[in-house]
């Protein structure tokens, strides 16, 4: 089964910056698709990055240019690197792991971090 480990998360003030960790094996560090949702009170949850080992991840418009998806092989740890954080980034935040179709397609959750923005 898939582990994973989140931690970072916290209230911070709007502006500052903040980083979540999620650790994980190595096969799945190394072969899974990995990356961060969030979901809001009363919202969906939503995309916030994620990506292949070495490849670009993809983002969500409200974040480009302010997160940046970060990768540790040393320590099978994936950052969620956040920075000029506002209000409106409030949300929990999950970590991701998407196993390739051909060992089953499996879409595991981290446990979620609550990061919360002040104006």
């Known amino acids: 089964q898939v582990q994973l480990v989140e931690s970072g998360g916290g209230l911070v003030h709007a502006g500052t910056s903040l980083t979540l960790s999620c650790t994980t094996s190595?096969?799945?560090?190394?072969?899974?698709?990995m990356g961060w949702y969030r979901q809001a009170p009363g919202s969906q949850r939503e995309l916030v990055a994620e990506g292949v080992n070495g490849g670009r991840p993809n983002y969500a418009d409200s974040v480009k240019g302010r997160f940046i998806l970060a990768r540790e092989s040393a320590n099978n740890t994936v950052y969620l690197v956040m920075d000029a954080l506002k209000p409106e980034d409030t949300a929990v935040y999950y970590c991701?792991?998407?196993?390739?179709?051909?060992?089953?397609?499996?879409?595991?959750w981290g446990q979620g971090t609550q990061v919360t923005v002040s104006s």
């Open positions: 190595q096969n799945v560090f190394e072969i899974y698709t």
């Open positions: 991701v792991a998407k196993a390739p179709y051909w060992i089953g397609g499996d879409v595991s």
